[in-house]
């Protein structure tokens, strides 16, 4: 394991728990967007199958079983615990709009047309959306809370520094994989407009608005 690719796992795990200690700390899921929420648990789900039939490392294994376990214990505190908190006025981005062509997306490009693969093409193509209804519902209300731009900054830098991972990997390894390649970059795009008001506005002690 190289270096990008561990920094990127610590960054992607930072992500997580500040949310969920955001939420619990605060007794309010505020801000949060369950429908992005229910998308990476839908990514962690379809993704991580393998642990019922393939053993790669411990590390591999517990860090499957800690991104599943977390994403599901945020469901539960934003649709049942903390309900009452949840801002679903705000949080209306269509997600079928990601959902339909994500999974047509994962049948037509795909590495092998088996049942696993195609499901985890679709994981890594719907990651690198999944954060899209987060980011259209900061447009909606104009601004986010500090806790949760440091959120989002933890996951953008996760998925860039898994770009790194990948270039390591071909030119030291000699492995090259398009598809999650290519949703890398997508996904590292959208986070490119946030990074920038991230830098010169939440660094700086303002707060975060993006243009509604």
């Given amino acids: 394991m190289n270096v990008f690719r561990l920094t990127g796992d610590l960054c992607h795990l930072a992500a997580i728990i500040i949310l969920l200690l955001?939420?619990?700390k605060t007794r309010s899921c505020a801000g949060i967007s369950g429908k992005s929420q229910i998308l990476f648990a839908v990514v962690f789900?379809?993704?991580y199958l393998d642990l019922l039939t393939s053993f790669i490392s411990l590390y591999n294994t517990?860090?499957?079983v800690i991104y599943i376990g977390c994403s599901y214990a945020t469901l539960y505190l934003v649709y049942m615990k903390?309900?009452?908190t949840?801002?679903?006025n705000h949080d209306t981005f269509r997600v079928e709009f990601l959902l339909v062509p994500v999974g047509g997306l994962a049948f037509l490009v795909n590495?092998?047309?088996s049942p696993l693969e195609i499901l985890w093409t679709f994981s890594i193509y719907l990651e690198s959306v999944a954060i899209?209804?987060?980011l259209f519902m900061i447009s909606k209300t104009g601004e986010a809370e500090t806790i949760t731009t440091h959120y989002l900054f933890f996951l953008g830098m996760y998925r860039a520094l898994y770009l790194f991972n990948w270039i390591w990997r071909f030119y030291f390894e000699g492995f090259f994989d398009m598809i999650a390649i290519v949703a890398g970059i997508v996904q590292t795009i959208l986070y490119c407009?946030?990074?920038y008001l991230y830098i010169t506005k939440v660094l700086k002690g303002k707060k975060l608005s993006l243009p509604a």
Avoid: S, V
Wanted: charged share 30%; aromatic share 24%.
């Fill in 62 to 64: 517990t860090m499957k």
């Fill in 111 to 113: 590495h092998d047309f």
């Fill in 82 to 84: 903390f309900k009452a």
């Fill in 193 to 195: 407009d946030f990074f």
């Fill in 132 to 134: 899209l209804p987060q």
């Fill in 22 to 24: 955001k939420i619990w």
């Fill in 86 to 88: 949840y801002d679903g």
């Fill in 45 to 47: 789900t379809t993704r």
